[in-house]
């Protein structure tokens, strides 16, 4: 049975890398609750077993330790289904074009972003994560940050996810990128015509253009597209967001 990364890849989609969730975050909290839970119960059978001078201060002090023991009882087994559950349900992975993870089960947390609108990757780690070789991975978006939880080596994910976001900033704004599958970005779509049309100007896109490339840019701001190439009102060029590429193609 497919998992929620395989079930999300768009056509043509290949994953680069798979995280994995780590047993050691996600059994920590319980792990540290349960060795609370057996001291205490130590000392309640100890105090148990001796005769105590005076009965109502023992008394009075057994009972503390008895909800204290329940208490812990409770967290350690809510704990441990729930840090069952993430090992299960936690899945991380890089493809040639996102990022792509999920993690919980009733609360599902996931994050979604493209190589493309990605700034940076940080590694969080505590003192435990540092010992255990696990931590989190703050995704840096300008949109708003993304946390992904609990990777075991979460310099490996980060490592993997620089590679291939370093792929998409070689190929990012150009005619090769955004025609990689027959169904590119809206903005190509929509200037491209049906795919009767696209099939020959994907043909001729791949042609580099003998005229300068530095004509009257477009307003700051404008997104990825093809438009009216500055040069030729008969054809189109592609602007990368930034300047006018050496890509053209026929108007349709």
């Known amino acids: 049975m497919s998992g929620y990364v395989d079930q999300h890849l768009q056509v043509g989609e290949v994953v680069e890398y798979r995280g994995r969730p ?28 001796k005769t105590a001078a005076s009965a109502s201060v023992k008394s009075g002090f057994e009972v503390l330790l008895g909800i204290a023991l329940l208490l812990f009882m409770i967290l350690v087994v809510i704990g441990f289904i729930a840090g069952f559950i993430f090992i299960n349900s936690a899945e991380y992975a890089v493809t040639d074009r996102r990022v792509v993870a999920k993690y919980g089960l009733l609360r599902r947390k996931s994050a979604d972003v493209l190589l493309t609108h990605l700034s940076g990757v940080k590694v969080n780690q505590d003192v435990f994560g540092h010992v255990l070789g ?115 193609s026929p108007a349709p």
């Open 134 to 248: 696990y931590g989190d991975l703050l995704i840096l978006v300008s949109g708003g940050n993304r946390l992904i939880a609990g990777i075991k080596q979460p310099q490996d994910f980060r490592s993997a996810l620089l590679v291939q976001l370093d792929k998409a900033k070689l190929l990012r704004g150009t005619a090769a990128y955004s025609l990689k599958t027959n169904s590119g970005p809206p903005e190509v779509e929509k200037t491209l015509g049906p795919p009767s049309d696209r099939a020959q100007i994907v043909e001729t896109v791949t042609k580099s253009s003998t005229k300068p490339t530095s004509g009257k840019p477009l307003p700051p701001g404008t997104s990825a597209q093809w438009a009216v190439d500055p040069f030729d009102e008969n054809s189109l060029r592609y602007w990368d967001g930034d300047r006018w590429t050496e890509h053209v």
């Open 22 to 49: 780590s047993k050691s975050a996600a059994l920590l909290s319980p792990t540290i609750f349960l060795i609370l839970f057996v001291i205490l119960d130590s000392i309640d059978r100890n105090l148990s077993s």
